[in-house]
């Protein structure tokens, strides 16, 4: 998180020079010691976040291909299907961190033809636009990929 935020300051700046880095490497300090110190973040987690970098990147690529599949079927949907018939559906998720099924709703929401509704507990209430988008929900690839980035989140928090 320090480098990131050195990284926008200096993108920010404009400007590379011997001052900037200074004060740059100053309150970037200040700011990650602040965060450390005043919002449950430590350096473990930094080390964690990006040693799962490459299941990051992995799982926003699945994001973009999942909206476009969404995208070419919902279209087919609205032009082809003539009785659409909306559902809401639930399904139990095997996610145990709030910020795993924050992202598993918030990436169900960013699909064409679904909203997450609510999330209750590890419950998800999906509308869906047809009944024939709710299949497989149950069994998304997010909720797989989220399960392998998951993996050893309770050691680093604890």
């Known amino acids: 998180m320090f480098i990131l935020l050195f990284v926008c300051w200096i993108i920010f700046n404009q400007n590379l020079t011997l001052e900037i880095v200074l004060f740059g490497l100053a ?14 973040y430590s350096v473990k987690k930094d080390i964690f976040i990006m040693s799962r970098l490459p299941g ?7 994001l973009v291909w999942e909206i476009i599949k969404a995208n070419v079927v919902l279209v087919g949907i609205m032009l082809f ?5 909306p559902v809401i559906v639930e399904f139990h998720t095997k996610i145990r961190s709030r910020i795993g099924r924050s992202l598993l709703a918030n990436s169900i929401t960013l699909t ?29 690839v997010f909720e797989k990929r989220i399960l392998k980035l998951e993996e050893g989140y309770e050691d680093v928090i604890r």
């Open 56 to 62: 990051i990147i992995l799982y926003m690529i699945t």
């Open 81 to 85: 299907k003539k009785n659409r018939r």
């Open 112 to 140: 064409p033809g679904t909203i997450t509704a609510a999330v209750e507990g590890n419950f998800l209430r999906i509308h869906c636009f047809d009944e024939s988008l709710a299949k497989g929900l149950d069994a998304t």
């Open 27 to 40: 309150i970037c300090g200040a700011v990650y010691f602040f965060v450390c110190r005043f919002m449950d």
